[in-house]
């Protein structure tokens, strides 16, 4: 990409994570993109757009494509595809964030090498990122992850609700899920993305396994994740500070989304 070039970016979604992405393209804080448009629903819709202060564009999800070289989806997975689907048919850089949808929709990553889209995926809470894709580059045999939460932060989760679980009503940790990533992101999509970016950086959702565990002694998003490789053995542990927004989400996602785009057309960058 010509480091002249401006590029359109557009956002699905002004929840926790795209207000602060928007804000801090609007400021001018990452040289080379433009806030061309944004998608918001409800009735907040207006009020997060004014609150923005700068001339953005309201389309729908659909329309967003249209209107940008990169697209930044914020959304819950239910409606995941409104906006991936229309990025990826138009050739265009679609970053999501929600990778718990992406696990059931692998068919655009097929989709973007027929249309020449690249789907680019922010490294979120999982700060170990490079380390799991170089070794994927060789022979990793397991990959396990631990996420422990504060128990309020699972509440809607299917899982939790198909389960009779009483968040309110637990007193010392407590594990409420034991299996695979692809099984975990079914259960808990708003709560796992991180679970669903590793298997996808590593061996796959299937076998990567997941624990979850809602613990009133943390305030924070904790992760532990162990790997064992044929070049290297590592552990990870991830303390993210919960979004005051959504403390569904860390205060980190929307850090590692700027940093994604600076990256994009950095003439030096550290890692792979």
Not at 167 to 179: A, D, H, M, R, Y
Not at 204 to 210: K, S
Not at 215 to 236: C, E, G, K, M, Y
Request: charged share 20%; glycine share 10%; hydrophobic share 45%.
């Amino acid at each position: 990409m010509s480091e002249h070039r401006e590029m359109r970016v557009a956002i699905a979604g002004l929840g926790a994570i795209g207000l602060k992405v928007a804000e801090t393209l609007l400021a001018g804080r990452v040289p080379g993109y433009r806030l061309a448009a944004v998608s918001e629903q409800g009735e907040a819709a207006g009020q997060k757009l004014a609150a923005l202060g700068g001339d953005v564009a309201l389309h729908s999800l659909t329309e967003l494509a249209q209107h940008a070289d990169i697209v930044i989806e914020c959304l819950p997975a239910a409606i995941f595809g409104l906006v991936a689907d229309p990025a990826v048919a138009a050739g265009r850089i679609f970053v999501p964030l929600t990778a718990a949808a992406l696990l059931e929709r692998t068919d655009l990553i097929e989709r973007a090498k027929e249309t020449g889209a690249r789907i680019l995926l922010p490294s979120g809470a999982l700060l170990g990122f490079d380390a799991v894709r170089a070794a994927a580059e060789g022979e990793i045999r397991s990959v396990r992850m631990v996420t422990r939460k504060p128990p309020l932060s699972l509440a809607g989760a299917p899982h939790i609700e198909a389960n009779g679980i009483v968040l309110t009503e637990i007193e010392e940790p407590l594990c409420v899920f034991s299996g695979s990533a692809r099984l975990g992101a079914k259960g808990f999509p708003a709560n796992v993305n991180v679970a669903a970016a590793l298997s996808l950086a590593g061996i796959g959702p299937d076998r990567t396994t997941l624990e979850i565990w809602a613990d009133p002694t943390v305030t924070r998003n904790t992760h532990q994740i162990d790997v064992d490789a044929d070049s290297a053995r590592f552990s990870l542990r991830i303390e993210s500070t919960p979004s005051v927004e959504n403390p569904r989400t860390g205060r980190f996602t929307p850090l590692s989304v700027v940093a994604l785009l600076r990256g994009l057309n950095a003439t030096f960058r550290v890692g792979s």
